[in-house]
């Protein structure tokens, strides 16, 4: 028998949901016009632009740690609203900070919040939620980040189609207010504790363990999980970095199949993470084995890559054979997403779960920063060789997932907890007759 969470209703789930498309849609609408977009709102170069978004974003690095420990000190909540106003204030300065001092002191505080918002963000998570919730929740956010983001990068090109490049100035306005309106929906969020995992339970009589990175550190199941994400994560940075190059340079193909691979994904993301999400917890399979499971379909896609530029077909055929491999690519990624991070969540005990995904945080990271220069370097010397190593890396992050299992937390491993064995009866002594005496 299992108990189940999963159903359960997270208070201020909805407005907590609304705030996250609503932001989205404000990342949607400057995150694919990076480089243009601030180059216009400040009047700076290109090549000064992307100078400072560089350092900004490594910078924004070393703070991660930092909000981890925030996360423990004060509540996932207050830092996330914290960093939701710090957004607020970055964007409403944007179109203000026309010298490079004043665009670099900007663009350096809001990637400061923008670096450290995922880490916040799945602590809320934990903090909000338990058991299956938690995955439902994971897959609820995806699929409306993926939404959002679709929706802002069509409004701002229809803000830049009746405003011309004056748009941008808007839009960085108009990113302001949708991180306003976020996080007042977000504060409606009510925090729930937890009596497992070494947590902290309703009544606060257990003792709660001792704070630190030390405790992190010592926790080699974790920092497996970690390492094993990290091998995952290199995959989740292919479709951006490693399919617009090799689609142009070893399958030769048009810039308009780059388009159509992100279209695709986006669209499914965002159509049917939600349900291939609950199906998944559905089955009762362990968060291991799922996130295992989209590694798998991860390496099948990345196979799929290799036999298409090993035979290079015609156009009309690689295209369909290339949707079928970000089908089967986004697939991966739905499976696989909403278990990993609820894995992660659940597998951090909750007085230093905001050190503990800050330094899960630090795989995907550390995998985005990596990626460009190992993806254009094996490129160079052979297009599929980048494939051939996502390969591997995803079938180690699948084995090593299913060897990591019997090491972590029961409560983490299972959406579905088992309920407790009722008691073993004991044999009664015979009570003898209220009135021995009429016997």
Request: with cysteine.
């Amino acid at each position: 028998m299992f108990t189940s969470t999963g159903g359960e209703r997270v208070a201020g789930e909805r407005s907590l949901l609304l705030g996250v498309a609503i932001s989205a849609i404000g990342i949607g609408m400057y995150i694919p016009f990076s480089l243009v977009f601030f180059h216009y709102v400040t009047g700076l170069s290109y090549a000064l632009v992307g100078v400072v978004l560089t350092v900004t974003g490594l910078a924004g690095l070393t703070v991660m740690p930092l909000a981890g420990a925030a996360v423990d000190r004060f509540g996932a909540r207050k830092v996330n609203l914290l960093l939701y106003a710090v957004r607020v204030l970055g964007f409403a300065l944007y179109p203000l900070a026309g010298s490079l001092p004043a665009f670099a002191a900007v663009a350096l505080v809001t990637a400061l919040a923008d670096r450290s918002f995922p880490i916040v963000q799945q602590s809320l998570i934990g903090e909000v939620t338990r058991g299956g919730a938690r995955d439902r929740l994971q897959a609820s956010i995806r699929a409306l980040q993926n939404a959002g983001m679709g929706a802002g990068a069509l409004l701002v090109s229809g803000v830049l189609a009746l405003w011309g490049t004056d748009g941008y100035s808007y839009t960085a306005w108009g990113n302001s207010a949708a991180f306003a309106v976020a996080g007042l929906l977000v504060s409606r969020v009510k925090p729930v504790r937890e009596g497992t995992n070494g947590a902290v339970g309703a009544t606060g009589s257990a003792k709660r363990p001792p704070a630190g990175y030390r405790m992190v550190l010592a926790d080699r199941p974790f920092l497996g999980l970690t390492a094993t994400n990290f091998l995952s994560a290199l995959g989740y940075s292919a479709l951006s970095v490693l399919f617009p190059l090799y689609i142009s340079t070893w399958l030769h193909g048009p810039d308009s199949l780059t388009g159509a691979a992100f279209t695709v994904n986006t669209a499914l993301c965002a159509g049917i993470g939600i349900f291939v999400a609950s199906r998944v917890r559905r089955s009762g399979a362990r968060r291991t084995r799922a996130a295992a499971l989209g590694a798998l379909l991860f390496a099948a896609a990345f196979v799929g890559q290799i036999v298409l530029g090993t035979v290079r077909p015609g156009q009309t055929a690689t295209l369909v054979a290339l949707l079928v491999i970000v089908v089967v690519y986004t697939l991966g990624e739905l499976v696989h997403s909403p278990s990993a991070g609820a894995l992660s969540v659940s597998a951090a005990p909750e007085a230093v779960r905001g050190r503990y995904l800050a330094t899960y945080q630090l795989s995907y990271s550390l995998a985005s920063a990596l990626a460009p220069s190992l993806f254009t370097g094996l490129l160079a010397l052979d297009g599929r060789l980048p494939w051939a190593f996502l390969t591997v890396a995803a079938l180690g992050a699948a084995l090593a997932l299913t060897r990591l299992e019997r090491h972590l937390p029961p409560e983490a491993v299972h959406a579905e907890q088992p309920a407790p064995a009722p008691a073993p009866a004991t044999p009664s002594t015979p009570r003898e007759p209220a009135n021995a005496s009429a016997v």
